[in-house]
């Protein structure tokens, strides 16, 4: 029994790790919290279904779509957007990012209705089991190994490539990026279409494993923040850790207290963490 | 009258020894500098005076008080004033209402109102040379007046001891010159100065005793003459042409 | 000197005199409408004072509405307590609350600030979801008010009217105090503030509380008008957008920025619900955008202007682009 929480858990929290990563590297390299995060998370979501009900795309396939089209979608809204106010107070544009939120989320509802809907894959229901003690679904095994393959590709990108490290500079210090010739405002759409495309990612893998609506985002922006927030900003490290710690402690608490704590087990370790350690686990560079 | 007094400071920061037992006395009336390479310890000194840092090791005593450990704002309150070495105004208040903050809130703060407190800035304003940029905002100012600034804020709190922290770094010569003449002014109104600097001229024509850090450690410590002269100092600080540079 | 102070005088009291005598010209749906933007106007002033005077951007406020709802509830409904008493301890309570939840939360900066008071609002929303005595998501009924329809109506509009005057005449006194000056100096130079002499700490926690009090007062005059509540609504991060974007649109850091752009938000928001029901609030996506990229300063920045053109937008712009 408890093995079996434990895999729900970690695998819930490779997904809430994935989520993460995109808000961390737009939060660390850019310092924006971005509160539209969920709402691009449904976007992938989103993607994936359409491609999955229409063109009949296996979703796992529609990955790199989904990917694609939402990068793009970070780096023009970055680009032109949000780089107009970005040297504004932060608070400014924690603003923005409230509307764009607004604006997303209601275009899709008016696109698409409130209807809640699935993305129903015919191996959907297929597992394996340990022993007698646990069953592990397929599909969230998949998804969780997708997410460490995703996490290595991003830290490849950041730490091994010339992009990479324009991102970084930037990050640590933006007018001597700029003197070394750094292209500010196109590094920054980069790492916000990172950031985006990974969040895109994240809503691909989700709309395989549970229904999606286009309100739901807002709880993924904020289980986002948790994750952040435990695992610390400055590396791809954070979230994986911050989303496996969520995962398993959700999935125990819930087990423990009953389901409709869920949402209370987060929000407490996330007010406690920045109590106690701000920086989080990982957390340093600031 | 021993002022203000440091007894074998000592400042870890995690493995850095930032300030490495050292003892210090200010007399009243007096100006004591406190020179040293960069990365010697000096602002790191002065801010565990302020209260910024709570010393490791060692005391502070104020007036016969030890303070270590006490809130920058309650040291403030007490009657030592500070300025940053990069100012800190603040920046959307004119510079009227940056030095009223000082008067309502310092030393003398208690019992005043906040007209009373504005009152009292533009006192302090002319007296530093800011009196025809009272209504100007404070991060419209150039450099040399946001310093002139930084001592009005520190002044309007109505201190018996003032730490200067660099006060003079960016100022052309005229600019210093002018800077020499409000620090012995504050002097002469009664307050004790201890006054961080890198600016030899300035140190030489202002202070009446100096010590050093170096690395943390006080290396020299007696009146200006003899400290600038001596063998350590020069070599620690400037290297051997300091002689030929200054007369 | 003497004419300019009178003649703002003047006009306060002329406005306020407006709005004292709004509920006698109009209809029950006009009032009501005025009503909320009165709770909103209260809210979004509450949240100037913590997060436009001090410079702490709180993003969980929606707690305290949500505590005064739940106190006054629980008072009343459980406790047998008049509207009266469970009014004043609704707001006392919110303030506990927040001195309680601010002297570790107020520690952080910034973004840290900001998630802290969400994930407490989030957390609180949670936990009254689950506990008994809250009712859980069933929800508490309240004791109704003895009054006709058209006099409840009356009622709940003076009510918050009455709060709000005295949030902005308390904001207004502190602002002329040395308490509003300390409050200036942290959100201009923390550091800077604490080393003239100014306790940050109590400085920062007395904004909280005041911010908290009022916004529990508007939390409290909601649940007697409403008569039932859910934690949902009355702990929705959504009130919490509402009330900063009012501030911003209005401007933060004015007193009675809050007050226009609830004003005016709240009319944009009916204008287009009326005009475009379905997509309305899409459309109040894009006007957030909108006045956020162009007018930051809000809407009193705007009037305070001498030459106001296209060019006092590219200014907005060319000061914050990248």
């Known amino acids: 029994m408890l093995l079996q929480i434990i895999i729900n858990g970690l695998l819930k929290g490779g997904l809430y790790a994935l989520m993460a990563m995109g808000m961390s590297l737009i939060w660390g390299v850019m310092d924006i919290i971005n509160i539209a995060h969920g709402s691009f998370i449904m976007l992938g979501a989103f993607a994936t279904y359409w491609l999955f009900t229409l063109l009949g795309v296996d979703p796992f396939l529609s990955l790199l779509p989904s990917i694609a089209m939402l990068f793009i979608l970070g780096y023009i809204v970055q680009r032109y957007l949000i780089n107009l106010i970005i040297r504004s107070s932060a608070f400014i544009t924690l603003v923005l990012t409230f509307g764009i939120e607004i604006f997303i989320n209601n275009l899709a509802q008016v696109l698409w209705s409130a209807d809640v809907r699935m993305v129903q894959v015919p191996y959907g229901a297929a597992n394996f089991s340990i022993g007698t003690v646990a069953t592990v679904p397929i599909v969230r095994l998949m998804a969780f190994l997708l997410v460490i393959v995703i996490s290595l590709i991003l830290f490849y990108i950041l730490n091994r490539t010339t992009l990479g490290r324009s991102i970084r500079a930037t990050s640590q210090d933006l007018d001597a990026a700029r003197l070394t010739g750094v292209d500010v405002p196109r590094t920054y759409a980069v790492t916000f279409g990172l950031g985006v495309g990974a969040a895109g990612a994240a809503g691909t893998l989700w709309s395989i494993l549970f229904p999606i609506t286009p309100m739901m985002g807002g709880i993924l922006t904020l289980k986002s923040f948790v994750v952040v927030i435990i695992g610390g900003l400055g590396s791809m490290l954070g979230p994986l850790i911050g989303g496996l710690i969520l995962g398993l402690t959700e999935a125990m608490g819930t087990n423990l207290l009953g389901a409709t704590y869920e949402n209370l087990i987060g929000f407490t370790i996330l007010v406690l963490v920045l109590i106690i350690r701000p920086k989080g686990i990982l957390g340093g560079t600031d | ?247 | 000197m003497g004419n300019y102070r009178l003649k703002n005088y003047l006009i306060c009291s002329l406005i306020l005199l407006g709005m004292m005598l709004f509920p006698l010209f109009n209809n029950n749906f006009v009032i009501r409408f005025g009503t909320d933007i009165l709770m909103f106007a209260i809210m979004a002033s509450a949240w100037n004072i913590i997060g436009g005077y001090t410079g702490y951007a709180s993003f969980g406020n929606v707690v305290f509405f949500g505590i005064g709802a739940y106190v006054t509830a629980i008072l009343m409904e459980k406790a047998g307590l008049n509207f009266a008493v469970a009014f004043v301890l609704s707001g006392f309570g919110a303030a506990l609350f927040a001195i309680l939840i601010g002297l570790p939360v107020l520690r952080l900066r910034g973004h840290y600030f900001a998630i802290a008071t969400l994930g407490v609002a989030e957390a609180m929303k949670a936990l009254v979801q689950n506990l008994e005595l809250t009712e859980g998501n069933s929800g508490i009924y309240l004791p109704m008010l003895d009054l006709s329809v058209k006099s409840q109506y009356y009622f709940f509009f003076y009510m918050m009217l009455g709060t709000l005057v005295v949030t902005l005449l308390v904001t207004y006194l502190i602002l002329k105090a040395k308490f509003g000056y300390s409050l200036i100096a942290i959100r201009e130079d923390e550091d800077a503030a604490n080393s003239v002499g100014i306790n940050t700490t109590y400085a920062k926690t007395m904004a909280f509380a005041l911010s908290g009090f009022f916004t529990g007062l508007a939390g409290s005059i909601y649940a007697y008008q409403q008569a039932f509540i859910k934690p949902g609504p009355v702990f929705t991060v959504g009130t919490t957008v509402k009330m900063i974007v009012m501030a911003v649109f209005g401007g933060i850091g004015q007193l009675f920025g809050p007050l226009l752009g609830a004003f005016c938000i709240e009319i944009i928001s009916e204008v287009l619900s009326n005009y475009f029901l379905a997509i309305h609030t899409l459309f109040f996506g894009a006007v957030v955008i909108l006045a956020i990229v162009f007018t930051p300063k809000g809407m009193i920045d705007i009037a305070s202007q001498k030459k106001f053109g296209l060019a006092y937008f590219l200014q907005n712009i060319r000061e914050n682009r990248v």
């Open chain 2, 1 to 247: 009258m021993v002022i203000l007094e440091g007894r074998n400071i000592t400042k870890k920061f995690a493995g850095l020894v930032a300030v490495d037992r050292v003892d210090f006395k200010l007399h009243k009336g007096e100006i004591l500098g406190l020179i040293g390479p960069n990365g010697a310890g000096k602002t790191t000194m002065v801010n565990v005076i302020a209260g910024i840092y709570a010393p490791t090791e060692g005391d502070v005593f104020f007036k016969e008080k030890n303070i270590s450990g006490l809130k920058p704002y309650q040291i403030g309150r007490l009657g030592i004033g500070r300025t940053f070495q990069i100012v800190k105004p603040f920046p959307g208040m004119t510079v009227r209402e940056n030095a009223s903050v000082g008067a309502m809130f310092g030393a003398r703060g208690k019992g005043r109102s906040a007209r009373q407190a504005e009152k009292k800035a533009e006192e302090i304003l002319d007296f530093v040379g800011l009196g025809d940029q009272m209504d100007v905002r404070a991060d419209q100012l150039n450099v040399a007046s946001r310093k002139r600034l930084e001592v009005a804020k520190a002044l309007a709190m109505g201190p018996d001891v003032v730490l200067f922290d660099e006060v003079m770094a960016g100022l052309n010569f005229s600019e210093i010159d002018r800077a020499i003449d409000l620090i012995r002014k504050v002097r002469d109104s009664g307050i004790t100065i201890l006054i961080i600097e890198h600016v030899m001229r300035a140190i030489k024509r202002v202070c009446d005793r100096i010590f050093v850090l170096h690395h943390g450690q006080k290396i020299a410590d007696g009146s200006t003459d003899a400290v600038l002269a001596d063998e350590n100092v020069i070599q620690a600080y400037l290297g051997k042409r300091y002689k030929a540079l200054v007369g």
